[in-house]
């Protein structure tokens, strides 16, 4: 459907990607030329790939007639649409397309949104200020670590940074964390790429303190006076009323509520504790008018007038206390983070580069709907129709950079596609703004309301009937559940997200079957028992229930929320016997090839680490496989001996007699030719496995990008062992095990979710957040960075926050929505419940409070479904159409001795014992080649400098002894214009080879000869010119004299002209 | 048939009496190579050659001007930009200069007038006026956006303030040059082209050979030699890609067929009939991707011996050189590489940035010049350093760690005792400071030169390695000297930071251009060296979008239309360009094997068009191709983890009696955290490495902190402690703290050359020390009065044990941060700065088990352990214990583990659970074996080994 936009509700399963596919289909099929101006945004690489691969494979296949099914739709709406006059031939067309897109490949625009706001930010960049030609940084953790450790350089010499790292090791002391702040500046230093910080920034309306020292200074000043005001003024009202009290003789048994929220007991508690909050029973009194005071005493009237002057005080003020409190906490960050930004941008500059983190920020302030059309006609793309994908990821300031588009793509009456689902939004921690989908779209482009349409894809062609089923009743119910809670800005985001219309799917029809089965396992306060290892040990029986079924274990995927949590049930399901591939599993540093690989560069960059060499010895034995002796291994190093290392290491591990010194090579070589060398010595290229593969790739990438030397990338490894990890190899067998978030997008006929149980309001690592508020002073700073606690609701911050935790409980909830809607076939949930709250309460609350649910629900297991054996259900998976071949080893030789190059420096310089000098000989003998005739001197020299032979300062001088040369008595003759001149000249002789003498002077049949020669005379000097006359002779000359021109001392005094006879 | 022969043929037939009168231009000078071994073939007798030109020096030749390098022109562009235009400093500008220079230099091969192009329009009448017809619509789809916007706006403005300036700029940058009579390419082709009517040479034929894209330029000196009837042009063409009109291969051909006659009259046919194998293999990673192919050419030349010779291996990603070369199986003999390699994957490059480092990084003190040790160790572990003196250089850089020195002077030092000579020269040289860009040139090129001169002394005859280092030395002396020369040229003076910004920047984008000799062995090769020329076999890696081709990221200013308008190329023609090269090979080839990477990232795309292309379509069209497209996977190894089990045999129990003879309580805690810890740690003491600390690590922070407790309160030791005392204490901690801290450091060996009062992140250490024991203090006042009776108080004593070969003494020992006394009572106290809490003695039974088996109690079990030593040694019998966790101070105070004192029963239950354990690690029974726990593995030493 063309000339509008079309907004896409594609719940799990929906056949998205289809659908996409088709759209781009109908868009390029109704003009053949099309393609070039339709852009298709995906969100990963992968994605990326999919379609462009997808929509060749359709046009190839729709080319020959085939997939008539979608020729049928095709053809149906473009002739709805009335777009062709004859009715569309859709393989004539599809044939048309593919040839066009297959040569104009370039032109075929489906890519990342980060590889488009680059290619825009590029071609701006001079105007933006940011380096030209600018390489793209991936790496933010590295760019922090270098802007940090700057930063604490600065430590001392800048002393208002000084002051504030201070007053940030003392918060830190107070809240009893660790005093090594790097690893905590990093994080703050993390929010210089959050959208949530540049959004405060530019929605700020005042001009911003971040950047200006002394209005951070003054900022600061103005809210501490806020804090400090608001508690002297409370503390001293409270002694005075307090003296009052003490001088009267009063005690708590005098006031109305005694020492639990009397008058009195408020006074010291606000004195002794700190704490401002009046009590509620207090309030009470007051709120009724009543007398604060049991017994009567003459200073009764004026301790209630004090006391209510207090709460009301504190009322009208706490809303701006609580702010200032808020943010005096956190007061170093403004500091801070002012010079990370400054920092960040020293390193964009110096090194030439843009971090990727950084790029959709950088563009927002660039793209504004009325610049659009210059900033595409300097890119030189006409893009006329647009489609996103993944749309509920989409950060605010990507929809930004990409909103002109869009606009300009209905204004044209062109086609524009959003596609997305809101219930799957679970990447908030990387600026994905679900609210976009849900709403921000209708209205940021109300101006085109008629235009838009929205639609719901509600057929599910992943799952089978009774897990859709589920799936519909759990989570309407779970929503309403939810929803009995007040919070409606929560709910509003909750209920819409999970509006009915949008959430209930229809069964394909095709798969009717499905199984679902939910356990939980309650928690007891008072017995305290780890109710995740009774959910672990059920696994064990579903997996055993899976075995019997007939399902393989990669029909089986078992999704968790946390690292450690993929850590704990892997090492179970391994223990049973079976094959994992789990995070942990893929990791590169969990082969022992690289660990030794790993020891080895250690051992050869200290050869006296005694670690290393044992790391090295251990893992070798291990490799070369059989019995090794452990001790052996392990006690070599005492006392210095390695009699073992040495025995066993491969004999070109050393040179050396006394085995002491690591062979010579290795200590020349660098960082990946060192690996390489040692692959190779330690023949690990015998049995090849990716981990290896892996281990040399990121050497190699990293010795591209980095100082490639051998401490620094140990330090990368020490960093990042964590984290690289090879991809899943075709055709593995073994257990899935995975985060929900990596798992989005996967299926798998079998999922188990084991921990179903994490917090509803808990936000990953992620504890504070940016709140802005338009109540002076604080509206002089765009926004703060301050902790998300629960008081903020009752700060200027509100509304923030209110926001923050809504949207982190959507995030929550969507992440069971991704999870249970991943199977096919079958789908295990166990929920440990915990002390605390958690999703799995709420799991357990649908379960119980209503009827469909309760009553399937008994001895906490709910089940729904029937289970068929493994093989009924499965429908044969389709054919592989590209073979895949298992290598099982590779090359790693060491190429030196067999490579030809030409070297370049041609003994230009020569070495002696003490000196390097410029071989002047050759050089002289360079020049006078180059020279026709006398009159050529200047420019030999001029050329000579301009390829850099000789340098400025040295022009005059060898200009001198060319001419002291040319016009020597004997030879002059020769560089006069009697003679036709052959110095670039060549022979070619019939032998193929081809000749060139220094100098050959031709007249009619008379030929002369002449060589140059720099050294002492040698015999083979004459040899050489009797050849070339031979050669001369049989070309046809008669005459030929020849000469060698002895140059000697260089200084232009020919040493001698000898003639050879 | 061949190109190359063919036009061999041809001019031997045309020219035979006096080749001499001939002159061949071809794209480039490789292709002359192989024409001259060609047309040698065909004669009989010795003649002198026909002139063989690369179309570069062919125009260099007709212009008379010479063209210089980048350096020099974006120098003087920056000159002529800095006339009209604001700059910033020169190592800024660079890159910018860099695509300024290329748009320059475009314009000139278009023959544009700069007059047009770089005029700033303010309406739309305008442009009609101005400029040609056939231009205006495109022109206009540009300005007309421009003009549209009326406000201001600050990033058109930053454009049109540039694009109104760039004539001027490129109108002063080329003259300046001409004066000099230098150029770029385009300058100098420029001029040629314009004069080409009248000049005279000396051939009676030009033979262009080869063409594929021409500029302007290069048409029209073409078409002016064709028209003079000296010229003649040469097409190297498959009927595939000239007949097929979408097939982008043929782009330029086509269009080029219709302008010039072909002399070789047909395009071949090899595309659409020849017979070719055609293999595409998938593999993960660029490195698996290369080691796949190593792989199949092992294989292919197994099958086919001899065939090297007829092979050429094509590297469109010139990265990937290395480890390709690394990736050639032993049955190829010779390689010959011919195409550039990166400057900045280089060995010397990754030294020239430590020395960037070093020589930015270091400070004067005293007037003594200090380099920061990261950047000494990095250098010295360099290749080109490290063989200098092995021995000394790690003895050295272990001395920097035991020391703990962040500052180091090796002038004076180490180097002070090495042996006199070239090594010695040389690391004397590194450690010179120097400050600005003259006296940085010197000094590397000295280096450059002694390094060559250790090459030649060092390094093994015939060993290409070798030769190699000196072709990157070479490479970056002449660099240098270019820099020289232009900076003494023009008389400036770069301050340091600018000139190693430069210097790096531009060695950063510089490759090393390697000819090898073309006629023999495996020919390793770049796309572009691979035009005219003819192989059997081909390997062709990179296939991917993004590498095969390159891609649309096109670095130019001039906006997408204004090119358009004025013909100028843009990606698409790039594209067709690429198309041509890869098409030509595989016309000429019979065996063809692609490879591509499969693992996308944010470098790398999906598989080339030119696959889709062959699987799609030429295949097709060509029956007599046989296709294959596999995905090559290395098979996944399940990796289990290895036990390890140290079974205490006779041997092992009396080694572990020899080493451990004495135990103190953290030694016990490493055996209840896990007992292979233990024995790696105490029995064999297998060392962990050493680094150097710049902020204190945990370890050293928390000897500091103690010693300067012990610092403080020495004066008060054996007396009463009162709340004036503490107060005194407090004053002195603020007014004197530096030299208490100092004091402290000194009398630590390896902590007195950690200079904590430097600038820099090494304060934090002292100010954190400081706030810490403020706290302490005021947590102090709580305990008032007390007196103090010892304070890091050792303490030793003799146990016996009963194990299997009888009765063994030992010692057990500990050093007790502080016993004090208050009320008749004394208490036990340590001091922690990690992590600690502690748990309550509540529930016995329980608490007793997990002391000897939780690492969860550990500061429990250490106290008791001070408890159970004061008892034996002094009898304690009433006493209490406690820590004072650091970091909870300010709300916790001191943390007793029970109110009351322990009773004689606790005691005595601890000392037999305690002996207990000691005689389970001297015992034969119990195993070392990694724990079951993989939690407790986190912070040990010895994970890379267990696998945890
Ligand atoms: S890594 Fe774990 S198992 Fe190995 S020694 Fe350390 S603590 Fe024990």
């Known amino acids: ?1061 | 048939m061949d190109f190359i022969k063919r036009t061999a043929e041809l001019i031997y037939e045309n020219h035979k009496d006096n080749l001499k009168d001939a002159a061949v231009v071809f794209p480039s000078r490789r292709a002359g190579l192989y024409f001259k071994k060609e047309l040698s073939g065909l004669i009989s007798a010795p003649v002198w050659s026909p002139s063989v030109f690369s179309i570069n020096d062919f125009v260099v030749k007709l212009s008379g001007l010479e063209i210089t390098d980048n350096l020099t022109l974006v120098f003087e562009l920056y000159e002529s930009y800095s006339k009209y235009l604001e700059t910033e400093s020169f190592d800024e500008f660079y890159p910018w200069g860099e695509m300024l220079l290329k748009d320059f230099d475009v314009i000139d091969k278009y023959l544009v007038n700069s007059d047009l192009i770089f005029k700033r329009i303010k309406n739309e009448k305008e442009i009609e006026l101005a400029f040609p017809i056939e231009v205006v619509e495109d022109v206009k789809k540009f300005w007309s956006s421009v003009i549209k916007l009326q406000e201001e706006n600050k990033y058109k403005d930053n454009f049109l303030n540039i694009w109104e300036n760039l004539n001027s700029v490129y109108k002063h940058f080329k003259n300046s040059l001409l004066s000099k009579n230098l150029a770029y390419e385009g300058l100098a082709i420029r001029s040629a082209a314009e004069n080409i009517y009248k000049t005279v040479l000396p051939y009676k034929k030009i033979y262009f050979a080869g063409f594929n894209s021409l500029n302007k330029c290069e048409k029209l000196i073409f078409q002016t030699l064709v028209e003079k009837k000296i010229g003649e042009t040469l097409w190297d063409t498959d009927k595939y890609f000239v007949d097929d009109d979408k097939q982008e291969a043929g782009f330029f051909i086509r269009k080029n067929l219709k302008v010039f006659e072909n002399k070789l009259v047909e395009s071949g046919t090899e595309l659409t009939k020849g017979a070719k194998n055609i293999s595409v293999t998938g593999s993960s990673l660029n490195t698996g991707m290369i080691k796949a192919f190593g792989f199949e050419l092992k294989k292919f030349l197994e099958k086919n011996p001899g065939a090297e010779k007829n092979t050429a291996v094509i590297l469109p990603d010139e990265n990937a050189l290395i480890p390709v070369l690394y990736s050639l199986p032993d049955n190829v003999d010779d390689i010959n590489i011919t195409m550039g390699l990166p400057f900045r994957t280089t060995p010397l490059f990754t030294l020239i940035k430590i020395i960037r480092k070093l020589q930015s990084g270091k400070i004067i003190e005293e007037k003594r010049y200090r380099y920061y040790h990261d950047d000494v160790i990095r250098l010295l572990l360099h290749p080109y350093m490290k063989f200098l003196f092995p021995e000394q250089i790690f003895g050295f850089i272990r001395e920097i760690k035991d020391t703990n020195q962040t500052y180091i002077e090796p002038s004076k030092t180490f180097i002070k005792s090495l042996e006199d000579g070239l090594s010695k020269d040389i690391l004397k040289l590194i450690f010179k400071p120097v400050f600005e860009s003259a006296d940085i040139i010197d000094y590397l090129s000295e280096l450059s030169d002694l390094l060559t001169l250790r090459l030649e002394e060092y390094g093994e005859k015939g060993d290409n390695h070798k030769l190699f280092q000196m072709e990157y030395l070479y490479f970056m002396n002449s660099n240098l000297n270019r820099l020289k020369d232009i900076i003494d040229g023009k008389k400036i003076v770069l301050n340091q930071t600018t000139f190693w910004n430069l210097l790096v920047q531009q060695l950063n984008s510089s490759r090393i251009v390697f000819t090898g000799e073309p006629l023999k062995g495996l020919q390793v090769m770049g796309l572009l060296e691979t035009r005219n020329l003819r192989f059997e076999n081909v390997f062709m890696l990179s296939m991917n979008e993004g590498v095969m081709p390159a891609g649309s990221t096109f670095n130019s200013y001039i906006p997408y239309n204004l090119r358009k308008a004025f013909g100028l190329p843009t990606y698409e023609e790039n594209d067709s360009i690429n198309a041509y090269y890869i098409y030509s090979l595989i016309a000429k080839a019979k065996n063809i094997f692609l490879f591509y990477n499969t693992e996308l990232g944010n470098d790398v795309k999906e598989k080339s068009r030119y696959i889709l292309q062959i699987e799609n379509e030429l295949r097709n069209i060509n029956t007599n191709i046989s296709y294959s497209h596999k995905i090559n996977s290395y098979p996944i190894a399940q990796l289990s983890e290895e036990k390890i089990e140290i079974i205490k045999d006779k041997s092992l129990l009396s080694l572990l009696k020899e080493n451990v003879k004495r135990i103190s309580p953290s030694d016990l805690s490493k055996y209840i955290n896990c007992t292979l810890q233990f024995y790696f740690s105490k029995v064999i003491k297998l060392e962990t490495e050493k680094k150097v600390e710049e902020i204190l690590s945990p370890a050293s922070f928390g000897t500091v902190f103690h010693e300067t407790v012990r610092e403080l309160y020495k004066p008060y030791i054996g007396k009463g402690v009162t709340e004036k005392d503490i107060e005194d204490i407090a004053a002195r901690v603020e007014t004197d703290f530096d030299n208490i801290f100092m004091k402290v450091l000194d009398s630590k060996e390896d902590l007195k050359y950690l200079n904590l009062s430097e600038k820099g992140r090494n304060t934090l250490s002292k100010s954190v020390i400081k706030k810490l024991v403020k706290r302490f203090l005021e947590a102090e006042k709580n305990r008032l009065p007390f007196s103090i009776l010892a304070l890091e108080k050792w303490v030793e004593t003799g146990i016996e044990i009963e194990t299997g070969g009888g009765r063994h003494s030992l010692n057990i020992a500990g050093k007790i941060d502080r016993i004090d006394e208050s009320e008749n009572i004394k208490t036990i106290i340590d001091y922690k700065t990690g992590d600690s809490k502690l748990k309550s003695l509540r529930n016995r039974d329980t608490f007793f088990e997990n002391l000897f088996t939780d690492p969860g109690y550990k500061a429990n079990f250490q106290t008791f352990f001070y408890v159970y030593l004061m008892y034996l040694t002094e009898h304690y019998d009433k006493c209490k214990a406690g820590i004072y966790a650091l970091k909870e101070i300010s709300n916790e105070g001191l943390q007793l583990m029970q109110d009351d004192i322990f009773t004689q029963e606790d005691i005595k239950l601890f000392g037999e659970e305690l002996t207990k354990k000691i005689e389970e690690i001297f015992g034969s029974e119990i195993p070392f074996t990694k724990t079951v726990d993989v939690k407790r593995c986190e912070y040990c030493d010895y994970k890379d080994i267990c696998g945890r």
């Open chain 1, 1 to 1061: 459907m063309l000339n509008k936009l079309n907004i896409f509700q594609a719940s799990a399963g929906s056949g998205k990607t289809r659908t996409l596919v088709k759209e781009y289909l109908e868009i390029a099929l109704s003009n053949p030329g099309n393609y070039k101006s339709t852009l298709a945004i995906t969100f990963t690489n992968k994605a990326t790939e999919e379609m462009k691969s997808r929509v060749v494979d359709y046009l190839i296949a729709l080319s020959k007639g085939g997939e008539q099914q979608l020729a049928s739709e095709l053809k149906d709406s473009l002739t709805q649409k009335g777009k062709l006059v004859e009715l569309p031939d859709i393989q004539n067309l599809s044939s048309e397309v593919l040839k066009n897109i297959l040569h104009d490949y370039s032109n075929f625009h489906i890519s990342t949104i980060d590889s488009f706001c680059i290619k825009v930010l590029r071609s701006f960049a001079k105007e933006l200020g940011l380096p030209v030609g600018f390489n793209v940084e991936l790496d933010t953790d590295k760019v922090l670590e270098d802007i940090t450790a700057k930063l604490l350089d600065r430590i001392g010499t800048d002393e208002e940074l000084t002051k504030y790292i201070d007053d940030y090791i003392l918060y830190r002391l107070d809240e009893g964390r660790t005093w090594n702040i790097a690893d905590d500046l990093k994080e703050i230093g993390r929010e210089i790429f959050s959208e949530d910080y540049w959004k405060k920034k530019l929605d700020s309306k005042t001009s911003d303190v971040y950047g200006d020292r002394n209005k951070t200074a003054e900022l600061i000043s103005e809210i501490g006076k806020i804090k400090f005001t608001f508690e002297n003024y409370i503390k001293t009202k409270a002694g005075e009323i307090k003296s009052v009290i003490e001088s009267d003789n009063l005690t708590h048994d005098d006031f109305v509520n005694k020492s639990r929220g009397g008058a009195y007991s408020y006074m010291l508690k606000i004195l002794n504790k700190n704490d401002y909050e009046p009590s509620v029973s207090l309030r009470n009194v007051i709120g009724k008018d009543g007398d604060l005071l049991k017994t009567k005493s003459p200073k009764s009237a004026i301790i209630n007038k004090a006391v209510r002057e207090i709460v009301d005080f504190y009322d009208k003020n706490l809303a701006g206390y609580i702010t200032a409190n808020a943010v005096f906490k956190t007061i170093y960050n403004i500091g801070i983070f002012s010079d990370l930004l400054k920092l960040l941008d020293d390193y964009r500059k110096e090194n030439h580069v843009m971090i990727s983190a950084d790029i959709n920020n950088l563009l927002r302030s660039l793209m504004s709907d009325d610049l659009s059309p210059f900033i595409y006609e300097k890119l030189g793309s006409r893009i006329r129709n647009i489609m996103i994908d993944e749309f509920q990821d989409t950060s605010g300031f990507q929809w930004n950079n990409l909103k002109p588009l869009v606009i300009n793509a209905i204004s044209e009456r062109n086609s524009a596609l959003i596609v997305g689902d809101v219930k799957q939004s679970i990447y908030r921690w990387r600026s994905g703004d679900m609210r976009l989908l849900l709403e921000g779209v209708e209205r940021d482009l109300s101006a085109f309301k008629e235009l838009i349409s929205k639609e719901t894809l509600n057929t599910n062609f992943r799952s089978h009937k009774n897990i859709v089923d589920f799936n519909n009743k759990f989570f309407l119910n779970l929503v309403s559940n939810i929803s009995n809670e007040d919070e409606t800005y929560f709910n509003h985001y909750l209920s819409e997200s999970y509006e009915e219309k949008s959430l209930v799917q229809k069964n394909s029809g095709k798969k009717n079957h499905g199984y679902v089965k939910i356990k939980v396992f309650p928690y007891n306060k008072e017995s305290d028992i780890d109710t995740n290892s009774e959910s672990e040990e059920y696994t064990k029986d579903i997996l055993s229930e899976l075995k019997n079924d007939g399902y393989k274990p990669n029909d089986i995927l078992v999704l968790v929320r946390t690292g450690a949590e993929s850590i704990s049930i892997s090492s179970l399901i391994t223990s049973l016997g079976y094959d994992v591939i789990s995070e942990k599993s893929l990791l590169v540093n969990n082969s022992p090839s690289v660990r030794m690989l790993i020891y080895l560069l250690k051992y050869i960059s200290d050869n006296r680490n005694h670690l290393a060499k044992t790391g090295v010895l251990y893992n070798y034995s291990i490799l070369s496989g059989g019995e090794h002796n452990l001790r052996m291994i392990f006690e070599d190093g005492l006392n210095k001996r390695g009699e073992h290392f040495n025995g066993i290491m491969p004999e070109e591990f050393f040179k050396d007699a006394d085995k002491h010194r690591i062979k010579s090579i290795l200590n020349d070589l660098v960082l990946y030719d060192l690996i390489e060398h040692l692959v190779s010595i330690f023949k690990l290229d015998k049995k090849a496995d990716p981990y290896i593969i892996k281990f040399l790739d990121t050497a190699y990438r990293y010795s591209k990008d980095n100082d490639a030397d051998v401490t620094s990338f140990l330090e990368y490894w020490e960093t990042n062992r964590n984290k690289l990890s090879i991809g899943i190899p075709e055709n593995t067998d073994g257990i899935r095990v995975m985060t929900i978030h990596k798992a989005k997008g996967l299926q798998s006929r079998v999922v188990i979710i084991p921990y179903a149980n994490w917090e509803l309001d808990a936000n990953g690592n992620r504890t504070s957040m940016w709140a802005s508020s338009d109540k002076p002073p604080f509206n002089k700073a765009s926004g703060f960075f301050v902790k998300a606690s629960s008081d903020l609701a009752e700060s200027y911050f509100v509304q923030d926050y209110i926001t923050e935790r809504a949207l982190t409980r959507l995030d929550n909830v969507n992440l069971l929505y991704v999870a249970f809607t991943r199977p096919a076939e079958r789908l295990y949930i166990n929920v440990p419940e915990k002390r605390i709250k958690s999703i799995g309460n709420r799991i357990a609350g649908v379960l119980n409070s209503f009827p469909e649910f309760s009553e399937k629900f008994t001895d906490n297991v709910f089940e729904t479904g029937d289970k068929k054996k493994a093989s009924e259900l499965s429908g044969g998976k389709e054919e592989e159409k590209i073979t895949v071949t298992e290598q099982k080893d590779f090359v790693s030789e060491l190429w030196y001795k067999k490579t030809v190059i030409k070297p370049a420096y041609k003994k230009l310089k020569i070495a002696d014992a003490h000196n390097v000098k410029i071989n002047r000989g050759v050089l002289i003998h360079d020049l006078l080649s180059r020279l026709k005739t006398a009159k050529d001197v200047d420019g030999c020299i001029n050329s000579a400098h301009v390829n850099g032979l000789i340098n400025s300062g040295e022009t005059e001088e060898y200009k001198k002894i060319l001419i002291k040369i040319v016009t020597d008595a004997e030879v002059k003759d020769w560089y006069e214009d009697n003679w036709t001149v052959m110095n670039e000249s060549e022979i070619l002789t019939a032998e193929g080879k081809t000749v060139r003498p220094d100098r050959v002077l031709i007249k009619d049949k008379e030929a002369v000869i002449i060589d140059y020669k720099t050294g002492k005379e040698r015999k083979e000097d004459e040899e050489q010119l009797k050849e070339y006359e031979i050669l001369l002779k049989q070309m046809g000359y008669i005459d030929i004299k020849k000469y060698l021109l002895y140059i000697g001392d260089y200084n232009g005094k020919i040493f001698k002209v000898k003639e050879i006879r």
